[in-house]
């Protein structure tokens, strides 16, 4: 069983070469955690006072404005900060995916390639060796796959890493929105892969700026604010409050019907 649970944890980025005088007249901006002034170096808190508990089959999306935390929130769920106050608990094997190109090397061809960011996302080799045939087909980039990664385009990159982070077997799933940049037609592709994935996984927690996507992938929402949680509940009734709107009104109906969710308002979950 995976879980992760966090309790009072903050992250700070101490910034040793900024200039604190002109810091100290700055008033608090809508974007970006707060920046503290006290002592000798100024000190971004990018996170404060983050209570979660997460369980096996959570599907949570993180939404907020820039800033707001949700990339630092989700390098602490992946172990890559420690918090600087606070304790963090991760049980199960965590693929953390903030960049899609992360853990390509230009010099090898798409075939090593596959193999090795399988491997950066806790594949074995075997398991890779299994699944590159399937990859391959998916990426659609024939010949080029025994070609070196520099003579790739860039939607050939993204196609290639997407068809490589899609096939694993992850534990929990950590993912960034880098994936939103991927050319829609290819992603109307990849939908069902990116489902089939997200099934597969104990946990997912996915920030994202993109409605389509978290409405696709998630169940429930944190919403995120200057460093804390503002809102945690059910990804449409977070996404109404943060939005100011509700998102689900506008999805079409195939999409509804896929996600299980109906036109109506919200009101009746608002009131329980
Ligand atoms: N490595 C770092 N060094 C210093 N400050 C950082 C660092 N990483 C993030 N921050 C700061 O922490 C705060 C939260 O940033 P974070 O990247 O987590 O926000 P975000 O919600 O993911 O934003 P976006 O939607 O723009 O990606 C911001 O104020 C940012 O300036």
């Not at 100024?42 to 907020?64: K, Q, T, W």
């Not at 087909?137 to 939607?155: H, K, Q």
Request: aromatic share 6%; proline share 3%; hydrophobic share 40%.
């Amino acid at each position: 069983m995976v879980s992760i649970d966090v309790w009072n944890a903050a992250v700070d980025f101490p910034i040793f070469d900024a200039k604190s005088r002109s810091l100290k007249k700055a008033v608090l901006g809508k974007a970006g955690g707060k920046i503290g002034t006290d002592s000798k170096v100024p000190v971004i808190e990018a996170l404060h006072d983050i209570n979660m508990s997460l369980g096996e089959g959570d599907r949570v999306a993180l939404v907020g404005h820039n800033g707001a935390g949700k990339s630092t929130l989700l390098r602490l769920l992946s172990g890559i900060y420690e918090p600087t106050r606070g304790s963090a608990r991760v049980v199960g094997k965590v693929a953390p995916v903030f960049d899609l190109g992360v853990g390509m090397d230009p010099e090898i061809s798409g075939y090593e390639n596959i193999i090795i960011r399988g491997l950066f996302l806790g594949m074995s080799r075997k398991e890779m060796e299994k699944r590159i045939d399937d990859i391959a087909e998916f990426t659609e980039l024939g010949d080029y796959l025994a070609m070196p990664l520099r003579t790739y385009s860039t939607g050939m990159r993204v196609r290639l890493a997407l068809g490589v982070v899609t096939s694993i077997d992850p534990e929990i799933l950590i993912l960034d929105e880098g994936i939103g940049a991927v050319d829609a037609e290819f992603l109307e592709k990849a939908r069902d892969r990116l489902n089939d994935l997200v099934k597969r996984s104990g946990m997912l927690v996915f920030a994202s700026h993109s409605d389509e996507f978290l409405v696709e992938l998630c169940s429930t929402a944190i919403w995120m604010d200057k460093g804390g949680i503002r809102e945690e509940g059910s990804l449409r009734s977070v996404l109404t409050h943060y939005k100011g709107y509700d998102p689900f009104k506008n999805l079409s109906d195939e999409t509804l019907a896929r996600i299980g969710e109906s036109r109506a308002t919200i009101g009746s979950e608002e009131g329980s």
